[in-house]
């Protein structure tokens, strides 16, 4: 796939990666490569970074998350993407990491995800 930039074409990949493409050209810094399958071929002076997603569950569905980090607002919407929302309507979001850590997500805070790791989301409306 050519895009424009030079040096690039299509094969298949992993879906499991994001992948960054650095050129030489002083211009282009970065390129995102979309998780199809595309295959980078570099030359000489040209770099290429993967970032893996990690495998999370959230109220035991498979998620893949891309980031190192995960909000409590970002889980609440995995578990319910359509809501309800607002209100009364309040979520308690607890986490479990596969060496058996465990906690809980406040509205405002995040937590670093690992692979494997566990999110219960449950509505708790306030009455």
Do not use: C
């Not at 495998?55 to 970002?74: A, C, L, M």
């Not at 319910?80 to 607002?86: E, N």
């Not at 692979?115 to 306030?126: A, H």
């Amino acid at each position: 796939m050519s895009r424009g930039f030079p040096n690039l074409s299509s094969s298949r990949r992993s879906n499991s990666q994001r992948s960054f493409f650095s050129l030489s050209a002083p211009v282009i810094s970065r390129l995102m490569i979309p998780r199809d399958g595309t295959e980078v071929h570099l030359q000489k002076d040209e770099h290429f970074y993967s970032q893996k997603t990690v495998t999370i569950f959230v109220n035991g569905t498979q998620e893949s998350w891309p980031h190192r980090k995960i909000s409590y607002d970002q889980a609440v919407k995995l578990a319910f993407p359509q809501g309800p929302f607002g209100g009364d309507i309040r979520y308690s979001v607890s986490w479990t990491k596969p060496d058996g850590q465990e906690g809980s997500l406040r509205p405002g805070h995040t937590v670093v995800v690992v692979e494997q790791m566990i999110f219960d989301v449950r509505n708790t409306d306030k009455s």
